[in-house]
């Protein structure tokens, strides 16, 4: 089974290309072979919400996407990333309904953060409920009903559907070791933690990325998967400086803060800023464009100024094709005001050539790329799938038959992505060093250098034009047709 490689690493849930992991293999393999190095398969466990975020076992793949013989099939083409919850699991799971009916006399009545054994009176102050970094206007919790007919409060961070696990229990360590073990086992070569600063919690504190309590947790984990060669990835959207002090701890991290200053310097013409980011970025990296979730506001605090951040915010749905604000409120049962709603290409205003100069930097940018599926078929924003569902996110959710999926890949953008892909994957110069050229505001000069093969990328925002030039030991510089 295949471990982590400096390749192009897509991104799709196992129905959304086909309408399971078998279809999913067939058309990695007959279209995107040498595009596509790795695969986030998102999570395809049985999950009773969140489109496979509320997980109720995962010990088994949910049989209307197949089973773990088609996950080790892809491991052996693609190196894997599974997802792990490690702040939640499903209310519908058995470990859950096993505290709701046997409460005390529960083998996980640990498992679970109750109100009573954490907050001293069982309740938190209202100064304790302000300092929270939380999803909703009051404490997280949500009413467990027990059996005996009792009633307590059990945190709940996101969905009711999402039950909150107290991960510094003994129970909660073996349960995540389990797991853990059971996903390397399968042929995981990369385990991302989803919403992993969630996962530390401490009265009178934010319960939210809390230090030194989170490397702990991070450290656990790690001892875990080390045996495996195993990777971790900590998700989180939040100030870029936390993704520094995990990079400075010697994991990968994500780079959430590449698409909206992208979508700035396109927008304006101005590359003052994405500039400064590539300097100080870090470089142990996953980068984004696009993810299942919306486009990320929070990620480019003093990345961006202010203003800039909010001009670019509110020109999304003025340069942007068919997005509105409204797409963005309680109507689509979104109420997530640090990120917007739109496919990455949509938020470009469906212009092929400000997409492709965005995916052309992401891939020269330090780091592995990361391409959504939506975005490897440069979609639009799916207004039929939005309006029958109101779910805001499922704009960006597209399901993709083998037949589109035929007709799409025809279209002149997506051929070029593929091929820039393609080049991304095989040329030797990625895997060395990163520089940029001084260059006016407006242009971008990126240069990746390993072992004498050079690649230069000599952008200009104002025109959305790019060329892309290469050398290999001993040989001249030449333009990449692209």
Same mark, same amino acid.
């Given at each position: 089974?295949?471990?982590?490689?400096? +390749?192009?690493? $897509?991104?799709?849930?196992? #129905? *959304?290309?086909?309408?399971? @992991?078998?279809?999913?293999? &067939?058309?990695?393999? %007959?279209?995107?072979?040498?595009?596509?190095?790795?695969?986030?398969?998102?999570?395809?466990?049985?999950?009773?919400?969140?489109?496979?975020?509320?997980?109720?076992?995962?010990?088994?793949?949910?049989?209307?996407?197949?089973?773990?013989?088609?996950?080790?099939?892809?491991?052996?083409?693609?190196?894997?990333?599974?997802?792990?919850?490690?702040?939640?699991?499903?209310?519908?799971?058995?470990?859950? +309904?096993?505290? $709701?009916?046997?409460?005390? #006399? *529960?083998?996980?009545?640990? @498992?679970?953060?109750?109100? &009573?054994?954490?907050? %001293?009176?069982?309740?938190?102050?209202?100064?304790?409920?302000?300092?929270?970094?939380?999803?909703?206007?009051?404490?997280?919790?949500?009413?467990?009903?027990?059996?005996?007919?009792?009633?307590?409060?059990?945190?709940?961070?996101?969905?009711?559907?999402?039950?909150?696990?107290?991960?510094?229990?003994?129970?909660?360590?073996?349960?995540?070791?389990?797991?853990?073990?059971?996903?390397?086992?399968?042929?995981?070569?990369?385990?991302?933690?989803?919403?992993?600063?969630?996962?530390?919690?401490?009265?009178?504190?934010?319960?939210?990325?809390?230090?030194?309590?989170?490397?702990?947790?991070?450290?656990?984990?790690?001892?875990?998967?080390?045996?495996?060669?195993?990777?971790?990835?900590?998700?989180?959207?939040?100030?870029?400086?936390?993704?520094?002090?995990?990079?400075?701890?010697?994991?990968?991290?994500?780079?959430?803060?590449?698409?909206?200053?992208?979508?700035?310097?396109?927008?304006?013409?101005?590359?003052?800023?994405?500039?400064?980011?590539?300097?100080?970025?870090?470089?142990?990296?996953?980068?984004?464009?696009?993810?299942?979730?919306?486009?990320?506001?929070?990620?480019?605090?003093?990345?961006?100024?202010?203003?800039?951040?909010?001009?670019?915010?509110?020109?999304?749905?003025?340069?942007?094709?068919?997005v509105k604000k409204i797409y963005n409120t309680a109507a689509y049962n979104n109420l997530d005001i640090y990120q917007v709603n739109c496919t990455y290409y949509s938020a470009l205003?469906?212009?092929?050539?400000?997409?492709?100069?965005?995916?052309?930097?992401?891939?020269?940018?330090?780091?592995?790329?990361?391409?959504?599926?939506?975005?490897?078929?440069?979609?639009?924003?799916?207004?039929?799938?939005?309006?029958?569902?109101?779910?805001?996110?499922?704009?960006n959710r597209h399901y993709f038959t083998e037949e589109e999926i035929a007709e799409e890949v025809k279209r002149p953008v997506v051929e070029k992505l593929i091929r820039l892909m393609e080049f991304r994957n095989s040329f030797p110069a990625f895997d060395g060093s990163f520089?940029?050229?001084?260059?006016?505001?407006?242009?971008?000069?990126?240069?990746?250098?390993?072992?004498?093969?050079?690649?230069?990328?000599?952008?200009?925002?104002?025109?959305?034009?790019?060329?892309?030039?290469?050398?290999?030991?001993?040989?001249?510089?030449?333009?990449?047709?692209?």
């Amino acid at each position: 089974m295949k471990k982590l490689e400096n +390749k192009v690493m $897509l991104i799709t849930y196992s #129905d *959304s290309m086909g309408h399971n @992991l078998k279809d999913l293999e &067939k058309i990695l393999s %007959e279209y995107f072979r040498d595009a596509v190095g790795g695969v986030h398969i998102l999570p395809f466990f049985p999950s009773s919400g969140d489109r496979g975020f509320a997980p109720m076992d995962y010990t088994k793949v949910d049989p209307a996407f197949g089973g773990w013989e088609d996950v080790e099939r892809l491991a052996d083409k693609y190196y894997l990333m599974f997802d792990y919850m490690i702040n939640h699991i499903s209310a519908q799971s058995e470990y859950y +309904k096993d505290f $709701l009916a046997k409460k005390e #006399d *529960s083998e996980y009545k640990d @498992l679970f953060i109750r109100y &009573k054994d954490f907050w %001293e009176g069982g309740e938190p102050t209202q100064e304790q409920v302000d300092v929270i970094y939380k999803r909703k206007p009051r404490a997280p919790y949500v009413d467990a009903h027990f059996a005996d007919g009792t009633t307590e409060k059990v945190w709940c961070t996101f969905d009711e559907e999402q039950i909150d696990i107290n991960c510094k229990s003994e129970t909660a360590k073996k349960f995540i070791r389990d797991n853990l073990v059971g996903m390397c086992r399968h042929g995981a070569a990369m385990i991302r933690l989803d919403a992993f600063a969630y996962a530390t919690k401490k009265a009178g504190t934010s319960c939210f990325f809390i230090e030194p309590e989170i490397w702990e947790l991070l450290d656990e984990c790690t001892d875990i998967l080390k045996p495996y060669q195993v990777e971790i990835l900590p998700e989180i959207h939040e100030h870029y400086t936390m993704q520094k002090k995990i990079e400075d701890k010697g994991y990968y991290v994500y780079d959430f803060a590449l698409p909206m200053l992208l979508i700035n310097a396109l927008y304006y013409g101005q590359t003052r800023y994405l500039k400064h980011w590539l300097e100080i970025c870090p470089r142990k990296q996953f980068t984004t464009l696009d993810t299942h979730d919306g486009i990320g506001v929070v990620d480019v605090k003093d990345l961006l100024p202010d203003e800039e951040i909010n001009r670019t915010k509110e020109d999304i749905f003025k340069y942007g094709a068919n997005v509105k604000k409204i797409y963005n409120t309680a109507a689509y049962n979104n109420l997530d005001i640090y990120q917007v709603n739109c496919t990455y290409y949509s938020a470009l205003g469906d212009d092929d050539d400000a997409y492709l100069l965005a995916r052309a930097v992401q891939f020269f940018a330090p780091g592995i790329p990361q391409v959504y599926y939506v975005g490897l078929m440069a979609g639009k924003n799916d207004l039929k799938l939005l309006e029958e569902t109101k779910v805001g996110r499922n704009i960006n959710r597209h399901y993709f038959t083998e037949e589109e999926i035929a007709e799409e890949v025809k279209r002149p953008v997506v051929e070029k992505l593929i091929r820039l892909m393609e080049f991304r994957n095989s040329f030797p110069a990625f895997d060395g060093s990163f520089a940029m050229k001084e260059c006016e505001d407006g242009k971008l000069v990126i240069v990746r250098e390993s072992n004498g093969y050079t690649a230069e990328l000599e952008a200009d925002f104002a025109e959305k034009k790019f060329t892309i030039y290469t050398t290999q030991p001993g040989g001249e510089r030449q333009v990449l047709d692209k």
